[in-house]
């Protein structure tokens, strides 16, 4: 039986008889009212971001109670006392494991593991492998080819503990794996064993990767990364001590997803938010959040700038059907890490759409800053008009959901940056399925455009496309219905681009092989992408990953990564959806997370390490 069978029928559990009545069965009833009034309307259906209740069952009574505190579900609890919260997690948890936290029992590398970090130039320092977010590796320790991948074997498992998301991309210094995971724990793993060498606790959920600065050799000398409560933090590698850390915007909802960047001693740091959330809450006077770019001093966590996506401060702009004042402008949140022009010095980055009225020009934009100084230079907005927020989800909208509401058309993919053509152009997909050549001289100006998939709420493009300086490759999701775009079929699959005309080279449509799902479940590719110069690696939503030609799109591998594990830390470990981070390549090694839990995705804890005989 895997774990996932086992949360369901746990859930049939909590609805028999209670035989004796102990005070845990007196909270559990309590809490089960408690579910029904305050979460179900979210949690059991109506909106896609939050994670089913058979997902909320796997984690700990602490882990909820954490959520309800201090986390995301701060804003949606704060109106319930503390017996109300451990209620609550009495009734949903049917997890057996009391910590939520790693506190590493088992997994240690042995004391004479040697940490090569120091003096060890990085091999994947960002998230997008490069400041150009190009997502593409052809180092020379690379050994994978198309004729030996079907060879990839599976090496070593690691666990998050009591996790059910996985998300945190692996970043590589030598033989040691950076990562993170949903309990703000950061582990440095031995990357041939898997072993741990060392942990770190952040406040928050990490949901981003870790990022490499390098000292005046460029040899690796401190990590980076930010948590759920728009915290940033740097460690010193050596000493793996904090050397500061920094809270970028005030804002209760803000967050940080999209993955930090680094330049001449300065971090980028891409500012979103979850009020698309608590929109769906009538009571709630929606919105007030504004995206932001907040560049700090990589040696002291000092701001250096910040410039928000929308000028003005949001204001009270009439009342709602049931008389709740609303705020605007709002929203343009940045999911996207930036990428970097370093003969333009400016930065690039895509935004989401407008939480409510008034719209902005910024919204569902390509924007550039100067570097310097976070001034805009210019700002290509690909879809105007787009109010929408978690009252849009589903008919009949809620009171909050603007009068007239957008498609959700999202940048959630970075810009990458092509400077090895006859011409230096910015690659863009956009969650409705459209891909863009932009200018970078020209304001941003549309080279070439192509309808690639018909987009969805989670992509068209949702995470990250990857591109070898000729072709792009395209991830294309299409998994559930979408305003825009109607009339086209859905494209689930990747798709190969030139990049000069945007003409199609090859399209690799996947067939569902889902079958009855309880879950979310489909072929499409949310996840980032990552090309080497003979195979691309994708995962699915199914949890499938797969290895393609780079140059007809023919399949070459595949491994699905939904099962049960035996994880060298001893944790219990299963795979789920494969969603947001994408694969890893380096040396003979290749590695993925699997697990997402959120948009109704299937649960899991893992990550997996791959590698040639
Ligand atoms: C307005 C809709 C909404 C309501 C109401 C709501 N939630 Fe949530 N909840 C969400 C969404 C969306 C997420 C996912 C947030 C994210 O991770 O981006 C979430 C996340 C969570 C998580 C974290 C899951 C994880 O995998 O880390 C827990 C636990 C949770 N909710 C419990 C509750 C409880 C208990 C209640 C009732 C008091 C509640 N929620 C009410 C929408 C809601």
């Given at each position: 039986m895997t774990y996932k069978m086992l949360g369901i029928l746990l859930i049939g559990f909590y609805f028999l008889p209670a035989c004796t009545e102990n005070e845990e069965e007196i909270a559990k009833r309590a809490g089960a009212e408690l579910y029904q009034a305050n979460?179900?309307?979210?949690?059991?259906?109506?909106?896609?971001?939050a994670p089913k209740l058979v997902s909320l069952k796997l984690l700990s009574k602490e882990a909820i109670v954490a959520t309800l505190r201090t986390g995301v579900m701060r804003n949606q609890a704060d109106r319930l006392s503390k017996e109300q919260h451990e209620q609550l997690a009495a009734f949903i948890s049917a997890s057996d494991e009391t910590e939520i936290r790693n506190d590493v029992v088992a997994g240690k590398c042995a004391e004479e593991s040697s940490i090569e970090t120091a003096d060890v130039t990085p091999i994947i320092s960002n998230w997008g492998m490069g400041?150009?977010?190009?997502?593409y590796y052809d180092g020379d320790d690379l050994q994978i080819t198309a004729e030996n991948v079907p060879q990839l074997k599976l090496s070593w498992t690691f666990a998050f503990p009591n996790a059910t998301r996985a998300r945190a991309q692996p970043t590589i210094v030598g033989n040691t794996l950076y990562t993170a995971s949903q309990h703000g724990t950061i582990y440095a793993l031995d990357?041939?064993?898997?072993?741990?060498?060392w942990t770190f606790q952040a406040d928050a959920e990490v949901r981003s990767a870790l990022v490499v600065g390098t000292n005046e050799n460029g040899a690796a000398s401190r990590l980076y990364f930010s948590d759920f409560a728009a915290t940033v933090y740097a460690l010193d590698l050596k000493t793996t001590e904090l050397l500061w850390k920094r809270k970028v915007e005030d804002h209760h909802m803000a967050t940080i997803t999209g993955t930090l960047n680094i330049f001449e001693n300065r971090l980028y740091v891409p500012v979103s938010s979850l009020e698309i959330i608590s929109a769906f809450d009538e009571n709630y006077e929606c919105c007030t959040f504004r995206g932001s770019m907040v560049s700090l001093n990589?040696?002291?966590?000092?701001?250096i700038w910040k410039t928000y996506t929308i000028a003005e401060e949001a204001k009270p702009n009439g009342k709602t059907s049931v008389g709740t004042t609303r705020f605007g402008p709002s929203g343009a949140p940045i999911w996207t890490t930036p990428t970097i022009d370093t003969k333009r010095r400016v930065l690039y980055f895509g935004t989401g759409e407008n939480y409510t009225r008034p719209v902005s020009k910024t919204s569902d934009a390509i924007m550039a800053m100067n570097l310097?100084?976070?001034?805009?230079?210019w700002t290509q907005q690909m879809y105007a008009d787009d109010a929408w927020n978690g009252a849009c989800v589903y008919p009949p909208y809620g009171p909050n959901c603007p009068e007239y509401h957008g498609p959700d058309a999202d940048f959630g993919a970075p810009p990458i940056l092509i400077t090895s053509g006859e011409k230096d152009i910015l690659l863009v997909g956009q969650k409705s399925g459209d891909v863009y050549a932009l200018d970078p001289d020209n304001k941003?100006?549309?080279?070439w455009h192509e309808l690639v998939g018909r987009g969805a709420i989670m992509g068209g493009v949702h995470w990250g496309m990857a591109s070898d300086g000729k072709t792009l490759y395209v991830p294309i999701n299409d998994q559930n219905d979408y305003t825009l775009h109607k009339e086209q079929p859905i494209q689930p699959g990747v798709h190969a681009l030139n990049i000069v005309d945007g003409k199609r080279i090859w399209s690799t449509i996947e067939e569902n092989r889902c079958g009855e799902s309880e879950w979310e479940c489909g072929p499409g590719i949310s996840a980032a992408i990552t090309a080497t110069p003979a195979v691309l690696f994708a995962g699915a939503l199914d949890g499938m990953l797969k290895a393609y030609d780079t140059k007809t799109g023919k399949e070459l591998w595949s491994y699905d990564t939904d099962r049960d594990y035996d994880a060298v830390n001893g944790a219990k470990a299963f795979g789920g959806t494969i969603d947001s981070d994408g694969p890893v390549v380096v040396g003979n090694q290749l590695f993925i997370t699997s697990g997402y839990a959120k948009f109704g995705e299937q649960p899991g804890n893992v990550l997996l390490a791959f590698e040639l005989p």
């Open positions: 979460c179900a309307a979210c949690h059991s259906g109506s909106i896609s971001e400041l150009q977010n190009k997502r990357r041939k064993t898997g072993c741990i060498r990589a040696d002291t966590g000092e701001q310097e100084d976070g001034k805009i230079v941003g100006e549309i080279i």
